[in-house]
């Protein structure tokens, strides 16, 4: 749902349904990815890639994502 609002120009619904499918699976990258979009277009900034990013993909090649689940 939340890439169908994402698509339509809907951010803010987007977000809200970005993280609740990260709160039920908080591995999924690609969602994580998505709302990280979604927050830099509803700022309207550019923002660097967090540590977070750098943390999922320690996570990735080391299989410990559940060490760093929020």
Do not use: F, W
Request: aromatic share 4%; glycine share 8%.
């Amino acid at each position: 749902m939340g890439k169908v609002h994402h698509q339509s120009g809907d951010i803010k619904a987007a977000i809200k349904y970005y993280q609740r499918a990260i709160g039920l699976k908080p591995d999924l990258t690609e969602v994580r990815d998505r709302l990280r979009q979604a927050l830099q277009e509803e700022d309207g900034i550019k923002i660097k890639v967090s540590i977070a990013k750098h943390i999922e993909g320690k996570c990735a090649i080391e299989n410990r994502c559940k060490m760093y689940s929020a």
